[in-house]
Structure formats: structure tokens, C-alpha cells
């Protein structure tokens, strides 16, 4: 059985494991593993900014087999928080049996246990098929908008930030 845990210290290099291959197969790049590493640590250590989850086996918990993050966004428009579905990414051995959906309940029912989110958002690429029909079929409807940036230089290598 899968169930779902807050990501800890402990959980670092399966996290930076699972974002190396989540670049790899969504954008075909590496990440610098020192900026990434420093990312993850930001997060585990300050999830207000951003919140890790990890699936895991009922009999085997310490050992990660999937991911998602949580970030907030606050809509004035709504007067309430958005929660961004981020970093989502199941080990390919354990794709097809359920760590996703344990992932999606999970923060689901941490979302709608808290009456100030009033909905959960996520980016899917372009060209990532698979994802977009995995997310429709949860329940996911594109929000008819675009993500555009302005990026101050290559954030990719940012080791000390």
C-alpha cells in the first residue's frame, strides 16, 4: 500500500534524484546539481515557500518511489490561496500504481482541509501528452493562460543562492 509523508532532510537525495529525471524526460536538460541540491534544501527547510510531499511504500517508509510540491500563490481577485502542484514525479518502477493519485489525494484533502485555498493549479508542458491527459483525467481543466517570464540571467547556476 502507498501512502504519503512530508518530505524531511532525510529524503534530499531521493528528491534530487527524482528532479534530475523530471528535467531530463519534461525539458531533455540536467540541472546544476549544486544549485538543485541547494534548491531542495531551501524548500525542506522553509516549506512555507515550498512544500514536498513523497510517496512511499506502507512497508518500506523511508524510501521515496514519487514526489510533489506545493507552492502558494494569493489571489486578491478570490480572496483566497491557490496551491501550485509542482516537481510532480513518480520513479518510473512505480508509475501505473497509484503513487500519483496517493500524491493528488493527499494534498487534495491538505488543500481543502484549510478554508482559506480555494484551488490547486499546476504547469504541464506543451508537448507532454501523457501529463496533460493524466491531469484531465483527475479532474484538471486548462486555465486559459499563458506562463511568461523575465528572468534575471541563467538561474540555472546560482549555487550560493
Known sequence: MIHVRDATPGDLE????FNQELAGETE????????????ILGALNHPNR???WVAVQSDDPNVPIGQAAVSYEWSDWRNGWIWWLQSVFVDADYRGHG??????????DAARKDEQVIGLRLYVE?????ARSVYEKVGFVPAGYEVMELMWGDVTSRPGH
Open 126 to 130: 506543451h508537448e507532454n501528452a501523457r
Open 28 to 39: 531533455g536538460r540536467h540541472l546544476p546539481d549544486d544549485v538543485l541540491r541547494l534548491g
Open 14 to 17: 531521493s528528491l534530487f534524484r
Open 99 to 108: 503513487a500519483f493519485r496517493a500524491l493528488l489525494d493527499a494534498i487534495h
Open 50 to 52: 515550498l512544500h514536498y
